[in-house]
């Protein structure tokens, strides 16, 4: 059974990095593309990005020039690092794995959520 | 990018009706589409993908339909546990898009 669960700071300051990382148990890391959709306070859902353990990686252009996404094969983990953080970023960030990169797709295993509120 | 929409935003219902759920591409996906039930303070759950595959253990009162860039998420007989959020996503090409949402609840 594939478990994600997310971790890193709860609160970002403007202008700084938020970095986030997905655990994944139950899967070798090798097995799927591993994604980060974040969810405003209030709003629906966005797709941040997602990325292979070779290194592929893909980007919502929306946020491409401010995100970074990288894996440790070792840890079984995979990183979300979103720079130049306003109070817009805030919101529940979740990870998920998927199969593919297009085509008969979808998110089947989800970590919890994390908070991350960004305040001064 | 691919632009989803959803009609209505929100519906009240009673338990034991059929609620439907339609969502539109501003392209055609073929089946490349997907369903999420969302509940506050925990993360979506998919219900259907590939346009009207019911995903394992999901209850089968959930069934999806339609294809090229139209789509319908059904609920028959609607239980107090289906009160949520729901979502459209395609997945036919990056980046994936969700649409806004429609908002279930209790007539």
């Known amino acids: 059974q594939v478990q994600l669960q997310e971790s890193g700071p709860g609160l970002v300051k403007p202008s700084e990095t938020l970095s986030l990382t997905c655990t994944v148990s139950?899967?070798?890391?090798?097995?799927?593309?591993w994604n980060w959709i974040r969810q405003p306070p209030g709003k629906g859902l966005e797709w941040i990005g997602h990325m292979y353990h070779s290194g592929t990686t893909n980007y919502n252009p929306s946020l491409k020039s401010r995100v970074t996404m990288s894996v440790d094969t070792s840890k079984n983990q995979f990183y979300l690092n979103l720079t130049s953080v306003t109070a817009a970023d805030t919101a529940d960030y979740y990870c998920?794995?998927?199969?593919?990169?297009?085509?008969?797709?979808?998110?089947?295993?989800w970590g919890k959520g994390a908070l991350v509120t960004v305040s001064s | 990018d691919v632009q989803m929409t959803q009609s209505p935003s929100s519906l009240s219902a009673s338990v034991g009706d059929t609620v439907t759920i339609t969502c539109r591409a501003s392209q055609t996906i073929n089946t490349y589409l997907n369903w999420y039930q969302k509940k506050p303070g925990r993360a979506p759950k998919v219900l259907i993908y590939a346009a009207s595959s019911l995903q394992t253990g999901v209850p089968s009162r959930f069934s999806g339909s339609g294809s090229g860039t139209d789509f319908t998420l059904t609920i028959s007989s609607l239980q107090p546990e289906d009160l949520a959020t729901y979502y459209c996503q395609q997945t036919n090409s990056v980046p994936y898009t969700f649409g806004p949402g429609t908002t279930v609840d209790l007539k």
């Open positions: 998920a794995s998927s199969l593919a990169i297009t085509g008969w797709n979808w998110f089947d295993s």
């Open positions: 139950g899967v070798s890391i090798r097995s799927y593309y």
